[in-house]
Structure formats: structure tokens, C-alpha cells
């Protein structure tokens, strides 16, 4: 019998954001690059190298927070596909390595007002509570514990469609839509405390999923992308478009 495909549903909750309703500016200690430079992308590119030490520690001036570790207090995570149905709480997350992104494109392009990047990532840990009630392949899984999992070396790719808003007289970019898409790397990943510590369960479908592990990971992505989209709306394009457009995508020239 086949599952009838569900909608993914994906809820993050973040520590620490809180509504910044007033205008902002670019750090001083921050790149800034123009946006009628002709090596725009270029600046950008470079840029996304020196931010990463403030990107490590946060930025409370734009409310980002550390990004390693980063935390998440919660993910509600529920999925149904030919293959694999669950439904899954993630608590008390903390993933360590998103500092070890490195861009090969931070593209702005300023007439479309469109926003490419992609990015390598080198190894990427998850550590967290969880609780899961489903069905992997044909064998069900239940349980909650602890759930540690590295990936190695995955590809992302973001392409975002901005416009021009105003707001109380300024001119502030705003994320139309988001896509971002991910190709996971080399995972590896351990769930403690499945079926209560019912070792003989607990071992076969620790089976099922080592056996299955990349194929899993493909059937879950739909949800991992979106959880990163939800993390890079959430944090670091609500925080940085914040900053009105002539502040963070200067002209030259401008008379500020
Ligand atoms: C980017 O960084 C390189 C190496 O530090 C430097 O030579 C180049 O001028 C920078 N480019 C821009 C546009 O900032
Ligand atoms: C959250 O995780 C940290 C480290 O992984 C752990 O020390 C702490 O006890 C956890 N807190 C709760 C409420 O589970
Ligand atoms: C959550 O996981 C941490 C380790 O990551 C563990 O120390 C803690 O006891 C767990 N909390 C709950 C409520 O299971
Ligand atoms: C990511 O890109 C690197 C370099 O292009 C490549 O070697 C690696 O296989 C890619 N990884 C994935 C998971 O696609």
C-alpha cells in the first residue's frame, strides 16, 4: 500500500528573536559594498569571508545570533511519503559547523533585484531531543532520545527574489520568495532510546535507517530545505533588511 503524500510541515521556534521594529545600519566594523560597483559580487563574495568571525560570535546589533553553535529551542517536523511517514519534535537543538560555510557565489544582481549564492559546507553536527512516531520503508519507528547527526561536505544553492518596500518614508528590500536547495553530503547519524530501550526493535530499525541512510536523507530533504529556508528568512534576511536599501546597497556617491 502506498501513503497518501502529505504536506510537509515544518515549524521552527528561535531563541532570542525578538521584533526589531526600528531602522538599522550595517555594523561600522562591517563590508559595505556598492551596489553600482562594478565588482559588486566580487565585494560581496569577499565579504561573506571577513563577516564570519561577527557571524560566529552573533551580531546583536542585527539580533543575529551566533551561528556555532546555533541553537534552536524547538522543530516540529511532520512528513508523509510513499516511503517514509512521520511525525517528529526536535528539542533543544544545537548545531555546530554552519561557520564553516564558504561561498563560491554571493551574486546581487541590482536591476532584477535577485539574489544567487551557493555555498559548501564542511562538517555539520546536530545534536538534540527528540521524539519521532512513524513508519521508515515498512517498519515503524517510535521513540524519543537523544539524536546526534553529522553530514560532511554538502552543497547549497539559494536563489532569492527581492523587492523594493517603503516604510515610513525609506526604501527596505523585502524577500518575495526564497528557494534554497541543498545536496547532503556523507551523513551519519545515531537516535538513543528508541522503543523505550527495547534493544531488539531499537536494533532493527537502527538497521533499516544505516541501510537506508542516503535515501532516507533524500525523502527528508524536502524538510531540511525547508528548515534552512525558515532559518535564512527567519534570522538573516529579517535582521539584514532591516537596513534601509541606500544604507545596505549604497551608490557610490550618494549623499547620505
Ligand atoms: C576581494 O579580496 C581579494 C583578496 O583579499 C582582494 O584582492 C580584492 O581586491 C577584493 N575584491 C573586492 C571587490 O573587494
Ligand atoms: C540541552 O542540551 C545540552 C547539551 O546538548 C544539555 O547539556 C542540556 O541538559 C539539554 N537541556 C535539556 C532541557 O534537555
Ligand atoms: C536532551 O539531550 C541532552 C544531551 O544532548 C541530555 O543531556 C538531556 O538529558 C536530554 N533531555 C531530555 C529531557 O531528554
Ligand atoms: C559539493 O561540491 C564539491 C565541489 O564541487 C563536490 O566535490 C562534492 O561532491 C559536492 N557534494 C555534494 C553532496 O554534492
Same mark, same amino acid.
Given at each position: 500500500m502506498l501513503f497518501k503524500k502529505l504536506p510537509i510541515f515544518v515549524i521552527l521556534l528561535f531563541a532570542n528573536i525578538c521584533v526589531i521594529l526600528g531602522e538599522r545600519d550595517l555594523p561600522a566594523y562591517y563590508p559595505r559594498c556598492y551596489r @553600482? @560597483? %562594478?565588482d559588486l559580487n566580487q565585494c560581496l563574495l569577499n565579504a561573506t569571508e571577513q563577516v564570519r568571525p561577527f557571524l560566529q560570535k552573533g551580531v546583536p546589533e542585527l539580533n543575529v %545570533? %551566533?551561528?556555532?553553535p546555533f541553537y534552536v529551542p524547538e522543530v516540529n517536523l511532520q512528513l508523509g511519503t510513499d516511503s517514509i511517514s512521520y511525525k517528529s519534535s526536535l528539542t533543544n537543538v544545537t548545531v555546530t559547523g554552519l561557520d564553516t560555510y564558504k561561498f563560491t557565489k554571493f551574486d546581487f544582481d541590482v536591476k532584477k533585484l535577485l539574489f544567487t549564492g551557493a555555498v559548501t559546507m564542511g562538517k555539520i553536527n546536530i545534536k538534540g531531543n527528540y521524539s519521532i512516531k512513524g513508519k521508515i520503508l515498512t517498519v515503524p519507528i517510535e521513540g524519543k532520545g537523544q539524536l546526534d547527526t553529522t553530514v560532511v561536505s554538502s552543497n547549497g544553492s539559494l536563489v532569492q527574489q527581492a523587492k523594493l518596500v517603503t516604510r515610513r518614508g525609506k526604501t527596505y528590500l523585502e524577500s518575495e520568495k526564497t528557494k534554497i536547495h541543498i545536496d547532503v553530503g556523507e551523513v551519519q547519524s545515531k537516535m538513543d532510546g528508541?522503543? @523505550?530501550?527495547?534493544e531488539v526493535l531499537a536494533k532493527a530499525a537502527d538497521n533499516v535507517i544505516k541501510e537506508n541512510l542516503q535515501e532516507i536523507v533524500e525523502e527528508v530533504k524536502p524538510a531540511v530545505e525547508e528548515v534552512f529556508t525558515q532559518i535564512m528568512e527567519g534570522i538573516l534576511f529579517k535582521s539584514v533588511y532591516r537596513i534601509p536599501y541606500e544604507k545596505l546597497y549604497p551608490l557610490h556617491n550618494q549623499k547620505s
Open positions: @553600482d @560597483d %562594478p %545570533p %551566533p551561528i556555532s528508541l522503543f @523505550d530501550g527495547n
